[in-house]
């Protein structure tokens, strides 16, 4: 396994900020269900956002990759017909759960048959909470223990539908995308608490952007999805990532000043309460030049309910890591369902590296530390628990050796660089 050696060192300057992978996600697949051909600029090809490509090329769509204007980055010119021929029969989604949920009800709109699979932990999490929807919509499904590879077959049809909130927003956006393409009305109530509630809001946006009018009843907790619809092709810019925002955002009040570019102020991405989150723990974020801007700040603990910002949850166990008293990341089971069970994974490994963390159900509990004392760390295969680790690593004494570092080319291939940029000392690449 290749390993990453960090000599700790403070952190500052500006990031341009990747763009936002739940919004390219959707863009791209509002694209492919357009007559028309749509431009999807500012895009990074991380591995999730190469799932979703392949998965609409595999049902017919067209994809041409343009160099952006913006350095490193794609300008995806997406051709679809407004609807859905199976040229690949078997689509691999990687280790991308956001491409398997939507992909599911959008090849859905054919009777052919399509074998949705993947790779890594993306196998092994459920996906029985959707059978419920197929069975109403008589479409039939070869699956073993509800877990991936699943095969479908049969088309989805208009009606009310009812789906759990909390489980699987994708799953919901999913046929958010799809059923407004059919030749009746359809309903989706929600049955429980609606977490990631944001993500939804996200779907609904995008498909308006794309002609498509979906409406949330909240207080019903209900969506109203009217049929016979058109998605209309258009150019869309892709704006910046909160969830990958939040690193250089902690890596600033931990040691900054860490400048970051390329984001929406008024975002519908849930994770944009990171500026808050970190701002209620004594943290100094501000708003300069277009730029949110984090200073080197005396950070304390606090108690924050997670439930409707899950990805946040491995770097704000960084921050009280290193802050003053207790904090408590609440509410956090949907976790444990991620590329890792990320419960266990950062507890693990912030202990690893001298933090006094741990488990209570599906809370995280933590003593703030000043510093802390470093060591080697495991990636888990997840992004997000590699890329805590490198922000943790500001702050110990000693170097880290990260096992698996090259998990962040799932969301954010340029991690390591702008790591670099912002004068993070990376002492060698070797195999452990």
């Not at 017909?81 to 991308?96: A, F, L, M, P």
Request: hydrophobic fraction near 40%; proline fraction near 4%; charge should be neutral.
């Amino acid at each position: 396994m290749k390993c990453l050696e960090i000599k700790p060192s403070k952190l500052a300057g500006e990031v341009n900020i990747p763009p936002s992978k739940s919004m390219a996600h959707r863009a791209i697949i509002c694209a492919f269900l357009a007559d028309g051909k749509s431009e999807i600029d500012n895009v990074e090809l991380s591995e999730d956002i190469m799932s979703t490509c392949h998965a609409v090329m595999s049902l017919g769509g067209r994809i041409d990759f343009l160099e952006s204007s913006v350095p490193n980055r794609k300008k995806l010119v997406v051709y679809g017909n407004g609807t859905v021929t199976v040229k690949n029969g078997k689509i691999n989604c990687g280790e991308s759960g956001t491409t398997a949920r939507f992909i599911m009800p959008v090849s859905r709109l054919t009777e052919d048959t399509v074998t949705i699979d993947g790779k890594g932990k993306l196998v092994s999490r459920p996906f029985s909470v959707f059978f419920p929807v197929f069975d109403a919509s008589d479409i039939s499904f070869e699956v073993t223990d509800g877990k991936l590879p699943m095969t479908l077959k049969g088309k989805l049809k208009p009606g009310n539908y009812s789906v759990r909130g909390d489980v699987s927003s994708q799953f919901i956006s999913g046929m958010l995308l799809a059923l407004p393409l059919l030749s009746g009305d359809s309903t989706i109530q929600i049955t429980t608490k609606l977490e990631s509630e944001a993500y939804i809001d996200m779907t609904v946006y995008m498909q308006k952007l794309f002609g498509v009018e979906v409406y949330f009843d909240k207080e019903e907790n209900k969506l109203i999805i009217p049929g016979k619809q058109k998605y209309m092709p258009r150019n869309y810019y892709v704006e910046g990532d909160w969830s990958q925002a939040a690193f250089w955002l902690a890596a600033g009040v931990m040691s900054g000043p860490v400048s970051v570019s390329g984001l929406n102020r008024n975002s519908l991405q849930g994770d944009k309460v990171i500026e808050n989150i970190i701002k209620s723990m004594g943290g100094k974020v501000y708003w300069e030049n277009n730029r949110l801007v984090a200073e080197k700040s005396n950070l304390k603990g606090i108690s924050v309910d997670i439930s409707q910002c899950p990805d946040l949850a491995p770097i704000l166990a960084v921050l009280g890591s290193v802050g003053e008293g207790k904090t408590e990341i609440l509410n956090g089971s949907r976790l444990r369902l991620k590329e890792s069970d990320r419960i266990k994974a950062i507890v693990t490994e912030m202990g690893k590296l001298g933090a006094d963390i741990s488990e209570e159900g599906d809370n995280i509990i933590i003593n703030g530390k000043k510093i802390l004392s470093g060591g080697n760390a495991s990636s888990w295969n997840d992004h997000r628990i590699v890329m805590s680790v490198a922000i943790a690593a500001v702050l110990c004494k000693n170097n880290v050796i990260i096992e698996g570092f090259s998990a962040v080319n799932k969301s954010y291939p340029s991690f390591w660089e702008h790591y670099k940029i912002l004068g993070g000392n990376i002492v060698e690449q070797y195999l452990g």
